[in-house]
């Protein structure tokens, strides 16, 4: 099986990040690169997850300007072409319910960009928004509304 960046991003999501630890516990780089090593992921995509997670925990005004509310998003070729029309319309309408702003929806595209050779779906989109929110400090609100649409799917009845 192949596991993809995605992949272990949801993985460390659910075991580590999202854990409430009573002693404060976060390791290092090299801890989570054996952890996850010992659990079955292949040395390389652990090391391109470990560098996704460094560039979402860099400066967003790295990416561009700061996009005003009424700016336009136009997706670049590139873009079009790994973001299908469902992702891009789900993207617009997470800004348009106020749980991304112009600048999170910016850094989203970004960190869905860099998963390379991962398809991207409105499922993995979802995860994406999820980690971008929780990295940003006082985005708790947005961060539990956007958790209840990424398990509410997992909750469903199954056909």
Known sequence: MKEGV???LIYLFENYFDAET???????RETLKVELEKAGFPGSEVERALCWL???AADPGRLHPTPTSRAIRVFAALEQARLDTDCRG?????????????TQRELVIDRLMALDGDE??????????LMVLFSQPGQE???SRME????????????
């Open 141 to 143: 609100t947005a961060f």
């Open 6 to 8: 995605l992949d272990i």
């Open 22 to 28: 009573e002693d404060g516990f976060e390791p290092d």
């Open 90 to 102: 789900y993207l617009v309408h997470l800004e348009q319910v106020g749980i991304l702003s112009p």
């Open 148 to 159: 209840d649409l990424v398990f509410e799917d997992r909750s469903g009845a199954i056909h």
């Open 120 to 129: 991207i779906d409105i499922d993995k989109l979802k995860w994406v928004v």
């Open 54 to 56: 460094e560039e979402l």
